[in-house]
């Protein structure tokens, strides 16, 4: 076989083991390539395949036999082998040893390069989650700002304004007055809406009831029949879970409102075999291959990224009868944030406030 090999124009540095003790210890060693014989003493060639394949390596393994049969060698090649020779045939030998290396680097090449994607994906997955995570944490910040800075503003000017009101005889001046009051009370509503919209403040009473809301809402704002079912009237949920199941159904009523022409929505939360289960459903147009392929169709795969961050996931279906999207998240899988500003003890408070009025649904 050396000599078979010389004459391919092949430089050899071999070693020539007998046992499978022997063996077995050569193999700590890395190998271009291995020929073996199908009788070994005290073993065979597919034993040495076994244990090849066992290690864990990608060395390729030829069987060179005079007794062996086709049926052993062709089950001997569906186990891994790279090839098989005949003694009484040995000009193939130096080709078949150079096509077997080449297609052993060929597979170890894909695998570096799959291992690479790999890791890529899940760097550009923690990079999504981190920027999703940074989303809420800034939308949280500005909320304050909003409900501490403007709204506190917003509410002094109009106790001044009342106060006016009362203390000022001209008509004329009465008349500015309100009209003045008037406007602080619509800028009193479009910080409120802005304030839910970027943070809210309506789950602090519990997922159930802040879907319960939101639908409500989005029936009166749209007119689209809107039914919510849930398996639980209160849920107690790991942090982070109850934010991301009122973002995925704000976008996807969102998604509603904007694209699917339907008629009717249906949203269900079910809580079973400890994974929470969000779902909407409408039987609008449904969703075409090019609108999920679209360049900039971020807001599906927000989701995805979104779902990412607390252990979950979301499947999407979609046909002429309508589409679904289903967020599905183990409980137990949930971890919690690193930043507790994600946490919704950082949510401005319900109260008195106008500000805080959680029964204002502003456009999504």
């Known amino acids: 076989m050396l000599a078979h090999l010389q004459r391919g124009g092949i430089q050899v540095q071999s070693l020539r083991v007998e046992s499978e003790r022997e063996f077995v210890a050569a193999l700590a060693q890395d190998w271009d390539i291995i020929l073996s014989d199908f009788g070994l003493p005290g073993f065979s060639g597919l034993a040495a395949l076994d244990i090849v394949k066992s290690t864990g390596k990608l060395i390729p393994f030829i069987l060179v036999s005079g007794e062996i049969g086709e049926d052993v060698a062709v089950a001997a090649m ?48 923690e990079l999504a989650q981190h920027l999703q995570t940074s989303v809420e944490m800034e939308r949280a910040a500005i909320a304050r700002e909003i409900h501490d800075d403007v709204g506190g503003s917003l509410t002094a000017v109009k106790f001044d304004l009342a106060w006016l009101a009362r203390h000022v005889n001209d008509p004329r001046l009465v008349e500015r007055i309100n009209q003045s009051l008037e406007t602080v009370n619509h800028a009193v509503e479009a910080s409120q809406r802005i304030m839910h919209n970027l943070r809210p403040a309506i789950l602090e009473q519990g997922l159930v009831a802040a879907l319960q809301w939101m639908t409500q809402r989005f029936e009166k704002r749209t007119g689209i029949l809107t039914v919510f079912r849930t398996s639980h009237d209160t849920l107690h949920l790991p942090v982070g879970v109850p934010l991301v199941a009122y973002r995925t159904a704000q976008e996807a009523l969102t998604n509603v409102s904007k694209h699917a022409h339907a008629t009717e929505v249906q949203v269900d939360l079910t809580l079973a075999g400890g994974v929470l289960s969000l779902e909407v459903s409408d039987n609008g147009r449904g969703l075409s291959g090019d609108d999920l392929a679209k360049a900039r169709s971020f807001g599906i795969r927000g989701l995805h990224e979104r779902a990412g961050t607390v252990g979950g996931w979301v499947d999407l279906s979609s046909g002429s009868s309508g589409t679904t999207i289903i967020l599905s998240v183990p409980l137990d899988a949930v971890v919690a944030p690193d930043d507790e500003d994600i946490d919704d003890e950082d949510a401005p408070r319900t109260g008195s406030d106008p500000l805080n009025d959680p029964t204002s649904w502003g456009d999504q």
């Open 78 to 125: 569906r186990n891994g082998a790279s090839d098989y020779l005949l003694k009484s045939n040995l000009a193939r030998l130096a080709p078949a040893t150079l096509h077997a290396i080449e297609a052993a680097e060929a597979v170890r090449d894909k695998r570096r390069a799959d291992l690479d994607l790999a890791q890529s994906k899940d760097r550009l997955r």
